[in-house]
């Protein structure tokens, strides 16, 4: 009698914890989260770089249950779930942090400092949020392994390295991610947004975010003495009329109503005031979100150089494009069936429908590998925080900013339990 007892009552237990709800679950569980979460920003990682943090994501989601493949693409972390037959559904997370100096004044703040890829000494820090997104998919991972009698199919978790300098997910295509493991019917991901209230998430149908490519250029001259102008080629002048070319690109070449952005982010040329240089060296990011607009913008860059280059009798520029990515398009009917879940979870007051930007993400490679993709927008900011800044005239600070960070608990809470849902509502039991 006593041992049947205790299998009813074990039993009971058991249908009580698998049938958990995930907001009590993540209430219950949330000082393991933030302390992840203090882990994960303490030692960030520059892209290419995520040695530590790979291993220490690899191993939390061995510990939760998966089969775990390390180094796929360089750092990168493929994790699987088999729970009986039904789709495959990719959940995403990035790994790498910024070469930004932390000067939030949080307790926790990263103080480490390593040396860039130019050779100079910077600070590290998570100002891109990835901290949050990689302890959210921890967070999602220990909920759902423990809670397999409510879903089915195959959970494929991806740690991607590299997302800031848009090379982690080409990296991972290329080493065979969808030959060596499932390709996935659908795939999701979440971002921080650091305007966005925390407890609310936002999401669109369509383009989300834009293509973007660096180019560099080079204008070639003929150098000399600043007092005899008549006797070089100067590559000085030669950049200040390309700059303002370039600017007809978007006004005069392309239609009004498609988004495109070309902006000369920085410019280098000459050492001393009376000596014109041989070289001037220009760098560009280029915004879009269309295909076609994309090529005619980067070969439009490329022709105004040389006309600039021939208008000055100069040797032909150097101009090279890198970093590319192509825009993020989230898939319609996944955006409808996940909008629905996302109100479900928080409410319709809680959803909001976002405007497209022209930010980038190598996510969408996935995408254009044939997966329907979403990526929605987590709120990160506490609503004092943002009244504060209303009264003072402020706008918050936006990703990449030193002085940017995350009102954790509330942002992991609401990130944890719109995953989890989102994968209950489509992979059903």
């Known amino acids: 009698m006593k041992t049947t007892c205790a299998l009813l009552l074990f039993c009971l237990t058991q249908s009580i914890v698998s049938g958990q709800d995930v907001n009590d679950w993540a209430e219950a569980n949330m000082d393991s989260l933030v302390q992840l979460y203090f ?178 250029i080079t204008m070639k001259g003929r150098g000399g003495h600043g007092s005899a102008p008549h006797t070089t080629v100067d590559p000085i002048m030669q950049a200040a009329e390309l700059v303002v070319s370039l600017q007809t690109l978007v006004s005069r070449e392309i239609k009004p109503l498609e988004p495109a952005v070309v902006t000369v982010g920085s410019i280098h040329g000459g050492t001393k005031h009376n000596i014109i240089g041989d070289e001037c060296k220009l760098q560009l990011t280029v915004r879009s979100y269309a295909d076609d607009v994309r090529k005619h913008l980067l070969e439009g860059i490329a022709r105004k150089a040389k006309a600039v280059a021939i208008g000055a009798r100069a040797p032909e520029p150097i101009v090279t494009v890198s970093e590319g990515t192509p825009s993020l398009y989230n898939d319609d009917d996944l955006a409808a069936r996940v909008g629905s879940v996302l109100e479900g979870t928080l409410g319709k007051d809680n959803v909001e429908h976002v405007e497209p930007v022209m930010g980038a993400e190598d996510f969408s490679l996935y995408g254009k590998a044939g997966v329907p993709i979403l990526m929605y927008r987590l709120g990160s900011v506490s609503e004092r925080r943002l009244e504060q800044y209303r009264a003072a005239g402020q706008t918050p600070p936006s990703l990449h900013s030193p002085i940017y960070y995350p009102d954790f608990e509330l942002t992991l809470r609401t990130g944890v339990a719109t995953m989890v849902e989102t994968v209950l509502a489509l992979m059903k039991k």
Not at 112 to 135: E, F, K, L, Q, Y
Not at 158 to 163: H, R, T
Not at 164 to 172: H, Q, S, T, Y
Request: hydrophobic share 35%.
């Open 39 to 216: 882990h994960f920003h303490q030692h960030p990682e520059l892209s290419y770089e995520e040695k530590e943090t790979s291993a220490r994501i690899a191993q939390e989601w061995k510990t939760a249950g998966f089969e775990v493949t390390p180094n796929v693409g360089g750092y990168g972390v493929v994790a699987l779930l088999k729970n009986g037959n039904g789709p495959t559904m990719m959940l995403r997370t990035d790994l790498d942090a910024l070469p930004v100096t932390e000067l939030t004044g949080r307790e926790y703040a990263s103080k480490v400092v390593v040396r860039n890829t130019d050779g100079s000494r910077t600070g590290v820090m998570h100002a891109c949020g990835h901290d949050i997104h990689m302890t959210n998919l921890v967070g999602v991972a220990r909920y759902l392994s423990a809670h397999r009698d409510r879903w089915q199919g195959t959970l494929m978790l991806i740690g991607q390295p590299a997302e800031e300098r848009v090379g982690g997910a080409k990296a991972m295509l290329k080493d065979g991610l969808f030959e060596r493991f499932p390709k996935p019917d659908m795939a999701i991901a979440l971002h921080v947004a650091g305007d966005m209230q925390a407890g609310k998430v936002g999401y669109r149908s369509g383009y989300s975010l834009a293509n973007v490519d660096s180019v560099d």
